[in-house]
């Protein structure tokens, strides 16, 4: 499998992961295991979802605080 079809699919599975959930400590669960994999090097698309971006800040560990800074900084 080629570096960019496992690249689709990873970032598929962690969008799907993401929209599915709307409490904020398992959305911070699914955006760290995403940000931890060692095979997936591209996060735009999870972190720019609306309920990533809807998260108050104040709900996020510093580790996803930096990510969401920079997510909402790129799409506002």
Given at each position: ?76
């Amino acid at each position: 499998m080629d570096i960019e079809q496992r690249q689709s699919e990873l970032i598929d599975h962690f969008v799907k992961r993401a929209s599915a959930v709307s409490d904020a400590a398992a959305l911070a669960s699914v955006l760290v295991e995403a940000t931890s994999h060692p095979s997936l090097f591209a996060f735009s698309e999870i972190l720019a979802l609306p309920n990533v971006l809807q998260v108050p800040a104040v709900s996020l560990s510093v580790f996803l605080l930096v990510f969401h800074n920079f997510v909402v900084g790129f799409v506002s």
